[in-house]
């Protein structure tokens, strides 16, 4: 596979340091807020290019960390506590805040078919780690300690700006002009390790430590979370592209400085989801989430196709029509596919399909172009030489990097199918829902309630009640009339 390295600035091909084994490290979410579609986006192609990893046949071992703990609002050791700021507007403490938001991050990334990593690390588990590191990092003279904190000391490295090159003179203090400089730093660019004396008198979590009680940077936990469950080399570093100064350089230098070799081979960055007055973010514009793209009908997976179709290293335009479009296009796939037969009874044809897969591979191998990945899609169903058993093997394999269910929305679209030709043959029972009613929905609900027309028809009342009283213990009213029956949400 070869995919763009942030590190180098160009394409390689990637080799993993222990044969077909990838230690791979995701950057994980600060959980003081739900995740808004714009971070979703950069969860969504790492899943895709570990799941790419997984069919190339690589074993990965996939770590994220959860921020619960010492990130700051400007990302440079100022501002305020993230945390903290999330249990001030709720009224909660710290950790409901965290075990709150954390719920609710892997329920959408579950809603987006994003695979949970092999290892989900909390910022808060690791405190001895972050100790045992900062102090040899002391003891070696990468570290110093100022106004009561520590302080990394970017002096010592021989080249700090790893991703891009910068001039120390033109950087902005804090990285944005609106931050004041911290004058316990030596130098603009060092990072805090440790806070002892924390900015908010309400600081909610504190530890021990050599240096006092205080809590660690943010910088800190990836490289200790990291090093803990995948050892000394990290084969391939994830993140947004906003991670990369400083969280990320802050990282490689910390981590450097202490294991005293190189730490991570290549680094994979996605670029912003954008609207059209720019940068999507919490405190801009409408917050979108994906319960908002539920709430306004749009299955979750639609979006997902929406950033498949787009390249991981180019910045995404939302707008709802662009979504409109592409809930048009999940729907015309789907019914496509459900129009193939998967009852044929013939097995699939693997030489023929040889040359899809090979596609299907390119394409992932060619920088993760998951829109060419897609158009193998497209390709196998309108491919004359294949029959119905092998377009299905092929679309089964694919979607296991693509995660669209193209199986299981095509097997919904053909039960609701089904239940509307049953309704309507004869016109003797007819079942109706409400207009808002997603497919998937209708198809289930519709097939219960044929259930129970058969069962009133043959006077089984037992079993008509039993269906009846099932529907409304999860919210569904029935209203019954001659021609059949109409179900209704209560609320």
């Not at 459900?338 to 040359?355: R, S, V, W």
């Not at 294949?386 to 979607?399: H, K, M, P, S, W």
Request: charged content about 25%; glycine content about 6%; proline content about 3%.
């Amino acid at each position: 596979m070869e995919f763009y390295n942030s590190l180098t600035h160009r394409k390689e091909q990637f080799v993993p340091r222990n044969g077909n084994k990838v230690g791979m490290y995701t950057c994980g979410p600060t959980v003081y807020h739900y995740a808004h579609i714009g971070n979703l986006r950069s969860y969504i192609m790492e899943d895709a290019l570990e799941k790419a990893l997984r069919y190339e046949g690589y074993d990965v071992t996939r770590v994220m960390n959860i921020t619960d703990v010492g990130h700051l609002s400007s990302d440079a050791d100022t501002g305020e506590d993230k945390m903290v700021k999330g249990a001030q507007r709720e009224h909660k403490t710290v950790m409901e805040i965290a075990k709150f938001y954390t719920d609710a991050f892997f329920a959408d990334c579950a809603r987006l078919n994003i695979r949970t990593p092999d290892i989900v690390t909390p910022a808060t588990s690791c405190i001895p780690e972050y100790i045992n590191m900062i102090s040899v990092l002391l003891e070696k003279g990468y570290a110093y300690p100022a106004g009561g904190n520590i302080y990394f000391d970017t002096s010592r490295l021989d080249k700090y700006y790893v991703f891009n090159d910068h001039d120390e003179a033109d950087l902005a203090v804090g990285v944005r002009e609106d931050v004041e400089e911290d004058v316990n730093k030596r130098h603009k660019a060092d990072f805090v390790l440790w806070f002892t004396k924390s900015k908010f008198e309400d600081q909610a979590l504190k530890w021990d430590s050599p240096w006092g009680v205080g809590y660690p940077g943010w910088h800190i936990e990836c490289s200790c979370i990291s090093i803990k469950h995948l050892g000394e080399y990290l084969d391939l570093h994830c993140g947004g592209i906003d991670n990369a100064f400083p969280h990320h350089t802050n990282e490689i230098a910390q981590s450097e400085a202490y294991l005293g070799h190189d730490w991570c081979h290549y680094w994979f960055h996605v670029h912003h989801l954008n609207t059209t007055t720019g940068k999507m973010s919490k405190s801009s514009g409408e917050f979108l989430t994906v319960s908002l793209l539920e709430e306004k009908g749009y299955d979750p997976l639609v979006y997902r196709l929406f950033c498949l179709q787009s390249h991981y290293r180019k910045g995404l335009v939302f707008t709802w029509e662009n979504l409109d479009n592409a809930a048009a296009a999940y729907q015309k796939l789907l019914k496509r596919v459900a129009a193939l037969n998967p009852d044929t009874g013939a097995a699939p044809d693997l030489e023929a399909a040889k040359p899809y897969q090979e596609q299907f591979r390119w394409a992932l191998d060619n920088d993760l172009n998951t829109a060419l990945a897609v158009t193998s899609v497209y390709n196998v169903l309108k491919a004359k030489e294949l029959d119905d058993a092998t377009r299905l093997y092929l679309l089964e394999d694919f979607d296991r990097v693509l995660s669209l269910n193209l199986l299981e929305g095509a097997a919904k679209l053909r039960a609701q199918d089904a239940a509307r030709a049953r309704t309507q043959s004869g016109g003797a029972y007819v079942v109706t829902g409400p207009a808002d009613a997603a497919p998937e929905e209708l198809a289930e609900i519709g097939a219960l309630l044929l259930q129970r027309g058969e069962a009133r028809k043959a006077k089984n009342w037992a079993e008509s009640d039993r269906i009846r009283d099932e529907l409304a213990g999860r919210g569904i009213t029935l209203k019954d009339s001659r021609q059949g029956v109409q179900w209704s949400k209560n609320g």
